[in-house]
């Protein structure tokens, strides 16, 4: 018996082989043809409602509970999945780096959105 498992991969890889697994599972069945960029931003967009739908007649203070209930943690957590899994195979189609896109996107909302106290720390503007 092993009493040392292997190590857990490193975030990064691991989301790489959820990628990869995706990938693999989509050209299994030979849905290569449907997952177009704009297919599977739809489907994301679909996914997305489907979580919010869980949220939508809920007050603040129900929501932030929403996860105490099983039946409703295990709602929210499968479509978590549903949207993640898009938008890693939405990024893998057009060949996004999605953890670089997340740190740039940081890097640049932090330039646009000061800490309070610096001299622009009230600026918004849409991105």
Request: proline content about 7%; overall charge negative.
């Given at each position: 018996m092993n009493e040392n498992p292997s190590p857990e991969p490193a975030p990064d890889e691991r989301l790489a082989l959820l990628?990869?697994?995706?990938?693999?599972?989509?050209?299994?069945?030979?849905?290569?043809?449907?997952?177009?960029?704009?297919?599977?931003?739809?489907?994301?967009?679909?996914?997305?409602?489907?979580?919010?739908?869980?949220?939508?007649?809920?007050?603040?203070?129900?929501?932030?509970?929403?996860?105490?209930?099983?039946?409703?943690a295990h709602r929210v957590a499968d479509e978590v999945a549903d949207v993640l899994a898009y938008l890693l195979q939405f990024c893998e189609v057009l060949g996004v780096d999605v953890l670089d896109a997340l740190a740039a996107k940081i890097d640049r909302n932090e330039l646009r959105f000061p800490v309070k106290g610096t001299s622009e720390a009230n600026r918004h503007s849409s991105e």
């Open positions: 990628q990869r697994r995706l990938a693999a599972f989509a050209a299994a069945r030979d849905w290569q043809p449907f997952h177009t960029p704009k297919n599977l931003a739809v489907a994301l967009s679909v996914e997305a409602s489907e979580l919010v739908e869980i949220f939508q007649w809920l007050t603040p203070e129900q929501s932030e509970r929403v996860m105490e209930r099983p039946d409703t």
